[in-house]
């Protein structure tokens, strides 16, 4: 989902991985290690002093949070490019059982995902 989102957003506007200067990622319940972060900077071969910023844990609050910290770097960072990649998969919390009330979240919360470049 990630990688997809991604390869769509360069192609679309013709942006060279190596330009863009701040990564944002939110997931509000997958936080793997490595970093979602990490693996998008080696996928894409990021430059080396990108900063990078990896939220999770805050829900579904965590997208404009996210978008707001790029916001705000690009006013100190005014001649940069910064991709917001927001995300979620709820593999790990997958309820399994036959209890109706139970699989609300499963049909509401799946795995998707977004990306802006500012």
Known sequence: VLFGCIDDLL???GISPKQIDILVLN???FNPTPSLTAMIINKYKLRSNILSFNLSGMGCSASPISVGLARDL???YSASHALVVSTENITQNWYFGNEKSMLIPNTLFRMG???MLL
Do not use: H
Request: hydrophobic content about 35%; some cysteine; charged content about 15%.
């Open 11 to 13: 192609k679309k506007t």
């Open 27 to 29: 997931c509000s319940l």
């Open 113 to 115: 995902g977004a990306c």
């Open 74 to 76: 690009l006013q100190v």
